[in-house]
């Protein structure tokens, strides 16, 4: 297995963990290096309703919220979902005692009621903390916004549009643009899931060891993910064939809203994702053929062309701004490749 290729900004909000991406070769070997040697007490960072300021959730630091409290397990996914270029940074906080839930068929995740998840948007300057908690009912939503000097993150109220440095239009949502893409039906903690987890990580401290080892070693997951359930997803830049880099890409920056007639999660068999050749249900003008998938020509096909669309068209259609042209690339090297349909 290869170590990570990715260098982070020092800068994170949860330590150095990158994902590293994944071979061709099916199953990856598990390493037996561990990157944490005992899983962490969790004293204060428990799902509950949000506080005004992010100091104030016991998730980080009280005197220094730019570091994760001690209770919060950095981790990281094969395949981030695209934020614009800005760089992202994840973590977990679970009750003392709780495990997280494996689906040992789909290689599914469910974090235990009281968890929280924290993912920090912006690797040079921290804009915004990204909050998930289960709660007895169900998921609920929080996001922060960080003061521009990165003294503390305050709750977002309501729907707002900051212009970072750089020129970049950045939009805080409302909880329930949230959810348009955390749905249940695709789990709602999105990256939890084997394909996703399973790689080397750079864990704070300066060890490279495998996450889902190191999860099991502290004790966190119900029982071991079995290896047919978390064959790693490839990042863009990841040794692997342009298909399965472009297949893993839509798989977790689409899959959560296109999972039935268009289907694009990564496990599914091609001839099954309602792609090639059929026809397009919403019209895009100026494409001629409306095909979501056209065999050798990215042109005609609507996922290429709304991966690179602007404004009203692109896809996905909220959570980013601009067009991720490193992953449009990668889909038309696979589209370019497809001679037929199957
Ligand atoms: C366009 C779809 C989309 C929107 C909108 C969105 N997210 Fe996510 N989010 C994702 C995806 C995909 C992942 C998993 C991949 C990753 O971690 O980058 C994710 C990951 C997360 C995580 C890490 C845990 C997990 O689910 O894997 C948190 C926490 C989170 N999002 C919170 C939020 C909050 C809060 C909002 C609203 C302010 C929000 N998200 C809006 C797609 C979205
Ligand atoms: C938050 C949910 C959501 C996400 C995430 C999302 N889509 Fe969509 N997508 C939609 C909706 C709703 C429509 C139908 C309305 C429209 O065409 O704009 C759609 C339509 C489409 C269509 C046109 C289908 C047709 O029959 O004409 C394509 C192609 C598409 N999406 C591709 C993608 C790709 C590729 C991604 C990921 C990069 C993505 N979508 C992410 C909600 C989503």
Known sequence: MSLCRASLPAALAL????????????????????????????????AKPPPKLLSQ?????????????????????NVPQWLDNTGSDRGIALPDGAVIAVDAATGRLTPPVGAV??????ATRRVETQVLMREGGGWTTASYRWRPDESDAELVESPSVTTLPGGLEYRFMS????????????????????PQLNGVFAYPG?????????FEHIGILERPVPAAASTPMPGLGAPASAERRARAYLDANCAHCHS??????????????????????????????????????????????????SAQLRMPPLGSRVADLDAANVVDAWIKGIASCP
Do not use: M
């Open 260 to 309: 039935a007639g268009l289907d694009l999660r990564f496990q599914t068999p091609f001839a099954q994702t309602g792609t090639c050749n059929v026809e397009g249900r919403s019209p895009v003008p100026g494409v001629q053929g409306e095909t979501i998938l056209a065999p050798a020509e990215p042109s005609r096909s609507l996922l290429s062309v709304r991966l690179r669309s």
């Open 15 to 46: 330590g150095a963990v990158c994902a590293c991406g994944s071979s061709d070769s099916g199953p990856a070997p598990r390493s037996t290096l561990v990157g944490i040697d005992a899983r962490p007490a969790n004293a204060s960072c428990t």
């Open 175 to 194: 909880g329930a643009e949230c959810l348009q893409c955390h749905v249940s039906g695709a789990g709602t903690a999105l990256g939890w899931k084997g």
């Open 206 to 214: 300066g060890k490279s060891a495998g996450q889902l080892e190191t």
């Open 117 to 122: 998840l924290l993912k920090t948007v912006g």
């Open 57 to 77: 959730t016991g998730c980080v630091d009280a005197n220094d919220p730019k570091k994760p409290a001690p209770g919060v397990i950095p981790y990281a996914v």
